[in-house]
C-alpha cells in the first residue's frame, strides 16, 4: 500500500511557474514509477509527466515539454512537479501517481492516486 498526498497548489498568473509537491508514504517510494496527471470537470484524466524509479528516465505528453520539468528525491520519498511559462489551459486538478514495475509504459498501469491539488492559471 502507498499513501500520496500532493500539495503546492494555487492561483497563478498566465506566464509564472508554480511547483508541486507528492509526499508518499507506505512502501518503498525508491522503487516506484511516479507519474503525474490533470483533470478538468466533465474531463479525461489526462497523462502529464513521469519518473523512473532511479530518476534516470523522464517522459512528458507534448504540450508541456520544455515547459514543465519532473523530479525525484529518493531521500525525502517526494516527487516534484515543476511547471513553468503556465497557459490557461493547465489549469486543472494535478494528481500523483504511483506504481511498481516498469516505467514503460509512462502513461499507464498506476495503481495508487493522490487526492490531487488545484492548479489555477488566470489571465
Known amino acids: 500500500q502507498v499513501q500520496l498526498v500532493e500539495s503546492g497548489g494555487g492561483l497563478v498568473q498566465a506566464g509564472g511557474s508554480l511547483a508541486l509537491s507528492c509526499a508518499a508514504s507506505?512502501?518503498?517510494?525508491?522503487?516506484?514509477?511516479m507519474g503525474w496527471f490533470r483533470q478538468a470537470p466533465v474531463k479525461e484524466r489526462e497523462f502529464v509527466a513521469a519518473?523512473?524509479?532511479?530518476?534516470?528516465?523522464?517522459y512528458y505528453v507534448d504540450s508541456v515539454k520544455g515547459r514543465f520539468t519532473i523530479s525525484r528525491d529518493n531521500a525525502k520519498n517526494t516527487v516534484y512537479l515543476q511547471m513553468g511559462s503556465l497557459k490557461l489551459e493547465d489549469t486543472d486538478v494535478y494528481y500523483c501517481?504511483?506504481?511498481?514495475?516498469?516505467?514503460?509504459?509512462?502513461?499507464?498501469?498506476?495503481?495508487?492516486w493522490g487526492q490531487g491539488t488545484q492548479v489555477t492559471v488566470s489571465a
Open positions: 501517481a504511483a506504481k511498481y514495475g516498469s516505467s514503460r509504459p509512462p502513461e499507464a498501469e498506476y495503481a495508487y
Open positions: 507506505g512502501r518503498s517510494f525508491s522503487s516506484t514509477v
Open positions: 519518473i523512473s524509479w532511479s530518476g534516470g528516465n523522464t
